[in-house]
């Protein structure tokens, strides 16, 4: 009996052993948690496809260019095309023929895509300062005396927003004439057919050295309503595109706050932008920051004015519209 029993302490302790080889052996055959995640997550991997672009010839779109040109797009196993559009009304549509997946916009714009079912999302905000100048010879120099005067911007869009918020501030109202491209208004001012313009940088600055009065500046006003926007189907289906697109981004940012600009103006020449960009920018004071969050406040005076203005038929929340992850 004795020997019985010891037999079966025995059994138990090798049957015990075996059990413990059998974990060990299952267990460190199978990925933890962490390792799953990193291997079957949605955006774990850059796809093939290539990222199409929409710009205008504005200040915002500097790092996005030299990205492209300098190979930082490439570096990060991202292929971008780039398409140059010279009025905010032609980008439209494009993006509205689904021949773009991301564009440099502003939150009405986002809205409005969204409003009339083009699902997009506001991924950063832009590098932007909107000035709004008078022909050098108005004898305009202050903002009030802009009222009942003639201003050319691009109505229901940024420009408009902002030249809302300076009038509003000052009492006044004035007239719109809408010349959609950038040449056109400029020769407008400078011509003394309009009173005022609203414009983006660097042109602002090149009008200003021509003689034109710069009478307000949307980044002194804390104004911000300038975005990165991407299809919602690429955010869902190509997260880690948009992830290296940033990532390659903020290095051009980065590129532009250590290097001469006289290294990189001529590129610039290439995409609309006018002869005098070099010096426009070798006079720029601070550093050019990187892709950043659109402050909610911010967006919903936005949202506010556009559904006053009936670009949208309801006020959309900061959620629906927004997806800042890509830069956090």
């Known amino acids: 009996m004795i020997r019985n029993k010891t037999e079966m302490k025995k059994q138990t302790a090798m049957i015990v052993a075996a059990m413990l080889t059998l974990s060990l052996l299952f267990f460190g ?8 995640e990193a291997t079957s997550a949605p955006d774990s991997a850059i796809s093939d496809q290539v990222l199409n672009i929409g710009i205008l010839p504005a200040e915002s779109t500097i790092p996005i260019i030299l990205a492209l040109e300098k190979g930082f797009f490439k570096e990060k196993g991202l292929t971008v095309s780039i398409k140059t559009f010279s009025s905010p009304n032609d980008r439209n549509v494009a993006v509205q023929a689904k ?39 108005s004898g305009i120099t202050k903002m009030e005396d802009l ?33 959609p491209s950038f040449s056109g208004r400029a020769e407008a001012l400078m011509a003394d057919q309009v009173d005022a313009v ?15 009065h710069v009478l307000g500046s949307s980044k002194t006003a ?17 997260p880690a595109d948009i992830r290296a697109f940033y990532l390659a981004y903020n290095e051009a940012v980065d590129y532009m706050n250590t290097t001469d600009v006289a290294e990189y103006s001529e590129i610039l020449a290439n995409y609309q932008f006018p002869a005098a960009i070099g010096d426009y920018l070798s006079g720029q004071y601070g550093t050019f920051q990187h892709a950043g969050m659109i402050a909610q406040d911010q967006f919903d005076s936005i949202l506010t004015w556009s559904k006053d203005k009936g670009l949208i038929g309801k006020i959309y929340s900061y959620v629906e519209l927004t997806d800042f992850t890509f830069i956090q």
Do not use: H, W
């Open 147 to 179: 009222a009942g005067k003639k201003v050319s911007l691009v109505k229901n869009f940024i420009l408009e927003y902002i030249m809302d918020q300076f009038a509003a501030k000052d009492g006044f109202t004035y007239e719109i004439i809408e010349i």
């Open 198 to 212: 609203v414009f983006t940088e660097p042109q602002a600055g090149m009008l200003a050295a021509q003689g034109a």
């Open 222 to 238: 804390g104004i911000k309503g300038g975005a990165l926007l991407f299809a919602e189907d690429v955010i869902n289906n190509r």
């Open 99 to 137: 021949e773009l997946d991301g564009v440099i916009g502003d939150v009405m714009t986002g809205a409005a895509f969204v409003d009339k079912g083009i699902p997009m999302k506001i991924t950063s905000d832009i590098s932007e300062d909107f000035k709004i100048l008078s022909s050098p010879n």
């Open 29 to 36: 055959c199978t990925p933890n948690a962490a390792e799953t």
